[in-house]
């Protein structure tokens, strides 16, 4: 009698590769429902906040509330990744996201914007968490794949960004015949996707990709302490010259684009543009910053994620130019915008990979998530230095000023690319 022929063991790199495979699957389908989320959820934000205030100065509070959650959840996402895995990180994210509907479910309902605006805080959890996923893409991947990896995270946020706005409508319908107040619909719909991207996280993202990463590389999980993530940043950055300016790289481009994006809808308002073409105007915006994403990534996995931020920086500074000499021609603004998301993508995809190239494991979620703070801080601030200076002296100025911050940290990094450092590929 014959025994059964049995089953060549998997090899160490075999496991993880299809560990890898599965974690890039589970990780897009929570960020492209995540990102349905976020979509809807903001669409009518500032409409309803301005509805409720009679304000359409606090009605711009909207959008900051959401960025500056964004802000204050990335270190604590960051932390929870780091003590539990990033599937504790992103739970947590997503969570608060869904606590921030409910909040501003009741809000709507009981007409109080500041309880609305507290609950758009934590709404902002589903951008942390959007953030934090294209990190968790880089922890098993093989050595000059970290920017593809991410790059197919980022670009699946592409569908959830186009699909959520034109889901607000029907989903206020829907949630009137549910009994829910108007404009309360999109709020409860966005509850329901970021439920159900908590389920995708918590019920498929097994095993943890950081859990196994450390597992396989020998790395200890840090202990708890307080305030002991942003410490940890602040020591590993000490010593890891690449990581930094990867940093100054991340903000610089996201500064960039948020400040000049945010203005534009109102610069084509007063040059006497309809909404069909502000939309498509920002739609091709948003097309520039995700569509040619995983082109992006593979680029800089091929020629150099210094290189692609240089190009980057090369993007931007077209992009102000342009938008700041723009003057009344429409297409010339669109060819800025487009442009605008374009060194957007390759200073979020490059600088991202190179941050988990050249960062320890063991420190990695830590300075990931002073990475997005610092980020969404730099975006904050930029819309309201924007809008200052849109206001006092005018669009054109803007992109001066966005272009002479661009040039001047595109020749810093062509500067300091010149010292010898292990991670600049």
């Avoid at 606090?58 to 270190?75: D, H, K, M, P, R």
């Avoid at 202990?223 to 690449?242: E, K, S, V, Y």
């Avoid at 097309?287 to 996995?301: E, I, T």
Wanted: proline fraction near 5%; glycine fraction near 12%; aromatic fraction near 4%.
């Amino acid at each position: 009698m014959t025994s059964a022929p049995t089953k060549p063991a998997v090899s160490p790199s075999d496991r993880i590769s299809r560990v890898q495979r599965r974690t890039l699957v589970v990780l897009s389908a929570a960020q492209i429902v995540g990102g349905v989320g976020v979509a809807v959820g903001l669409a009518l934000s500032s409409v309803v906040v301005d509805e409720l205030s009679g304000s359409t100065v606090i009605s711009g509070f909207a959008g900051t509330a959401t960025v500056l959650g964004a802000a204050l959840l990335a270190l604590p996402t960051a932390k929870a990744s780091g003590q539990g895995g990033r599937r504790a990180g992103l739970s947590l994210a997503y969570l608060a996201a869904l606590a921030g509907c409910a909040i501003s479910v009741l809000a709507i309902s009981l007409r109080s914007w500041p309880l609305l605006l507290a609950g758009l805080v934590l709404v902002g959890g589903g951008s942390a968490a959007s953030l934090a996923s294209r990190y968790s893409a880089t922890d098993l991947s093989p050595k000059g794949r970290a920017a593809r990896h991410l790059s197919l995270v980022v670009w699946a946020s592409t569908i959830g960004s186009v699909a959520g706005p034109n889901l607000a409508k029907p989903a206020d319908q829907i949630g009137m015949r549910l009994g829910l107040v108007e404009k309360a619909g999109p709020f409860a719909f966005a509850a329901l996707a970021f439920a159900l991207a908590l389920i995708v996280v918590i019920g498929f993202l097994r095993p943890d990709p950081l859990t196994l990463a450390r597992e396989v590389n020998g790395s200890k999980d840090p202990g708890p302490g307080r305030n002991r993530t942003i410490r940890t940043a602040w020591l590993t950055l000490r010593t890891t010259p690449m990581a930094r300016r990867a940093l100054v790289m991340i903000a610089v481009s996201h500064t960039a684009m948020v400040s000049v994006m945010s203005m534009t809808p109102v610069k084509l308002h007063h040059d006497g543009s309809n909404l069909d073409v502000i939309g498509l105007v920002i739609s091709l915006h948003i097309a520039g910053m995700y569509v040619l994403s995983p082109v992006v990534g593979w680029l800089a996995d091929k020629a150099g994620k210094v290189p692609v931020l240089v190009l980057g920086m090369a993007l931007l500074l077209s992009a102000a130019a342009l938008a700041g000499t723009a003057g009344h021609r429409v297409w010339q603004v669109t060819a800025a915008l487009v442009l605008l998301g374009l060194g957007w993508s390759c200073g979020l995809v490059a600088g991202s990979a190179l941050v988990s190239e050249s960062v320890p494991l063991e420190g990695r979620p830590a300075v990931q998530g002073l990475s997005d703070l610092i980020m969404n801080v730099c975006g904050a601030t930029g819309t309201i230095v924007a809008g200052a200076i849109v206001g006092m002296l005018g669009y054109g100025m803007l992109g001066l000023v966005v272009g002479i911050m661009v040039a001047a940290a595109g020749l810093w990094l062509v500067a300091v690319r010149r010292h010898p450092t292990p991670d600049v590929s």
